[in-house]
């Protein structure tokens, strides 16, 4: 037999409680899948408004978090309308969804639906934490960049008691650090994405799965 192909039964394994496999499958994925997105949103939210209180240029810049969450809710919803449209409806009062069609959708549901939640999760702690050291850094090195240096606003060579002196007494800048909170956002980037194909892992699990077809006909 080949693969995808679809096979007919007799009646006899597809009990009338079969259906409530697939629309728990459904349900479930949907659910679990939100859940998720919500979770990594409601993380990085809470870390984004945070950090914004004291760095609000990098608001927009760290919004990935968020984006990247909402998506979780988007595969789920894919693989709960993808089983929601394989359960097929009565045949002469019949039940024409089988057991095996059911238990495949309930797996790719629960493939789908754990993978985004473990996923949310994931982005939403990196997602609030990676974005407020973020926003911590850049503080620290505009602090930096800011402060007043010594000898600034007295003459090249006046020590201020109308004495001249050997030269200017400014402390060099760190350049080194000023912009590095970049190397920060880039790591929380990698992360993130890492944290995303977990659940992309289990979407293209759950739509090979749900792809398995055994319907029950008339003809034994």
């Known amino acids: 037999m080949a693969y995808g192909e679809e096979v007919v039964a007799g009646y006899e394994n597809c009990p009338t409680w079969a259906p409530i496999l697939g629309f728990l499958a459904a349900g479930l994925c949907a659910t679990l899948a939100n859940f998720g997105a919500a979770w990594g949103t409601w993380k990085s939210g809470l870390g984004l408004c945070s950090m914004g209180v004291n760095h609000p240029r990098g608001i927009v810049k760290n919004l990935v978090a968020i984006i990247m969450a909402g998506v979780l809710g988007i595969y789920g919803l894919i ?12 045949d002469n009062g019949a039940n024409t969804y089988s057991q095996f069609m059911g238990w495949a959708h309930v ?6 639906g754990l ?3 473990a996923a949310g999760g994931t982005i939403g702690l990196v997602g609030e934490m990676g974005v407020i050291a973020t926003g911590y ?3 620290i090195n505009h602090a ?3 402060r007043p240096l010594p000898g600034v606003g007295q003459g090249a060579g006046d020590t201020g008691d109308g004495e001249i002196g050997g030269g200017g007494g400014a402390a060099p800048v760190d350049e080194g650090s000023t912009g590095d909170e970049n190397k920060l956002f880039v ?3 990698i992360m993130l994405i890492f944290s995303e194909a977990l659940a992309l892992y289990g979407l293209i699990v759950a739509l090979i799965v749900s792809q398995r077809q055994y319907k029950c006909g008339s003809d034994y």
Request: proline share 3%; hydrophobic share 40%; with cysteine.
């Open 115 to 117: 993978s985004c939640l």
């Open 107 to 112: 797996c790719a549901g629960l493939c789908c």
């Open 137 to 139: 850094r850049a503080e």
């Open 79 to 90: 693989v709960s309308i993808i089983i929601a449209g394989g359960v097929s409806s009565p």
């Open 187 to 189: 790591g929380m980037l």
């Open 144 to 146: 930096k960049n800011q």
